[in-house]
């Protein structure tokens, strides 16, 4: 399946904004990724092994949270994006 | 630094405007050097605010409209290269919500500061660093694209100009 890289991520998979990764689940495409382009790893997951909590994935338009998270199935046409949130505000204080 | 046309810098502007007293977004969509220090921006995308239950002071983009924009923007061979949104009288500094929820390193975070439905001054803070644990904000100026148009140059100018000069007429 493709991988979606976003541009923050990209110098660590070999400047690519695209992968192409083997696997039958989400989880077992993203393991595949982090086989391959090790330096990854770090950015997705946190300490415990765990998808950090601001990294979206979205399996060509869906999120996988509301499918079987890392264990939805994949094809070989599908896509996954990788996509971190977008998110802030201003501070409290006001003019 | 950050390069805009100024119809887009224009643009971002007048959506925070539009959106007051609310925080707007949207994304810078462009390209990048190969050094990472430089981002030109080829179009803005206007998002969503989805922080429907306080507009007025966070703002968040929907994954699924980044989803879809990077996808178009590699169509036509741009990538996300930062992002953009208002502080509503307040000053245009990131604040720490916006550096708690900054994860997209070596883009853009652009603030425009709104005061009563009015763009202020608009500043560009590049998220510099190698991982979320050393990642920083850094002052980026802001630059525009220099686009030579006939449009561009005033009529009385253009009446004024010697007329161009006839090849022989040298007499
Ligand atoms: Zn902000």
Not at chain 1, 55 to 82: A, C, F, H, W
Not at chain 2, 45 to 65: A, G, L, S
Not at chain 2, 67 to 82: K, Y
Request: proline share 6%.
């Amino acid at each position: 399946m493709k991988v979606l890289i976003p541009t923050p991520l990209r110098q660590y998979a070999g400047k690519k904004d695209s992968v192409e990764v083997p696997g039958t689940t989400v989880g077992e495409a993203l393991k595949n990724l982090t086989i391959s382009h090790p330096d990854l790893k770090k950015h997705l997951y946190n300490e415990e092994g765990k998808l950090r909590a601001f990294v979206n994935l979205y399996l060509n338009d869906e999120d996988i949270r509301y499918m079987e998270k890392e264990n939805t199935p994949v094809g070989q046409s599908d896509t996954l994006s990788i996509v971190p949130s977008i998110a802030g505000g201003k501070d409290d204080r006001v003019i | 630094m950050l390069e805009f046309k100024q119809s887009d810098y224009e643009e971002i502007r007048r959506h925070g405007e539009e959106t007051y007293p609310d925080e707007c977004c949207g994304v810078l969509l462009g390209t990048m050097n190969e050094e990472g220090d430089h981002r030109i921006v080829s179009s803005t995308v206007r998002c969503h605010n989805t922080r429907e239950d306080r507009p007025q002071d966070r703002f968040y983009i929907d994954p699924r409209d980044l989803v879809r924009i990077q996808r178009q923007g590699r169509e036509q061979g741009l990538d996300i290269v930062g992002f953009y949104h208002s502080h509503p009288d307040c000053p245009a500094q990131w604040s720490k919500t916006d550096f708690a929820e900054a994860h997209w390193i070596g883009c853009s975070y652009v603030i425009t500061r709104v005061d009563k439905a009015r763009a202020v001054d608009t500043n560009s803070f590049w998220l510099r660093g190698t991982e979320e644990e050393d990642k920083h904000f850094e002052d980026e100026p802001i630059t525009f694209v220099a686009v030579a148009q006939k449009s561009d140059v005033p009529l009385s100018a253009q009446a004024s100009m010697p007329p161009a000069e006839v090849p022989g007429s040298d007499k």
